[in-house]
């Protein structure tokens, strides 16, 4: 066996705590690397869901503006609840039912908690004006980032999208 003792110090290797301290640092880099991923993954679902809601929006209303007769009559309106069936204005049969039951069964499925609102408005925004009488028609779309429901609408997680326009 060798004598390690007789070489010089600054041979002799690492000592315990060296490694020790080594290994510490290199944890917490880890765990800031892991955290960091987290929350560019829930970012990157955020603009997702962002995304999804821009595509439906503006896909309502260009239906809306395809069939500008039954838009007038509110065909196309959809009330803020969450059973999408009971949502329906448009009688059946009806181009503009189609349209929004077609509308509403995609959105569900891309966006599943996500309630939404059709309407027109006296402005660009929806909210108390929110009728059948007005310039403007408002599309809002409203779902919880979080993964829960969108009943609440200004909890933290509720994210909301907005499209108004003249059709």
């Known amino acids: 066996m060798r004598d390690f003792s007789s070489f010089p110090a600054s041979a002799r290797g690492f000592t315990l705590l060296e490694v020790l301290v080594a290994v510490i640092i290199l944890a917490v880099g880890i765990l800031g690397l892991v955290g960091l991923q987290t929350s560019s993954l829930k970012q990157n679902q955020s603009a997702t869901a962002r995304t999804v809601a821009i595509e439906y929006a503006n896909a309502i209303v260009d239906k809306m503006r395809g069939n500008p ?11 803020d609840v969450a059973d999408p069936a009971a949502a329906f204005v448009a009688p059946t049969g009806s181009l503009a039912r189609r349209d929004v039951s077609l509308w509403l069964t995609n959105l569900k499925k891309a966006l599943p908690e996500a309630r939404v609102q059709v309407c027109r408005a006296k402005g660009e925004t929806a909210g108390d004006s929110c009728g059948t009488e007005g310039d403007y028609y408002v599309v809002c779309i409203r779902w919880d980032q979080a993964g829960g429901t969108a009943d609440a609408m200004f909890e933290a997680d509720t994210q909301q999208f907005y499209v108004a326009g003249r059709i």
């Open 69 to 79: 007769k039954e838009a007038a009559l509110g065909y196309y309106n959809v009330r």
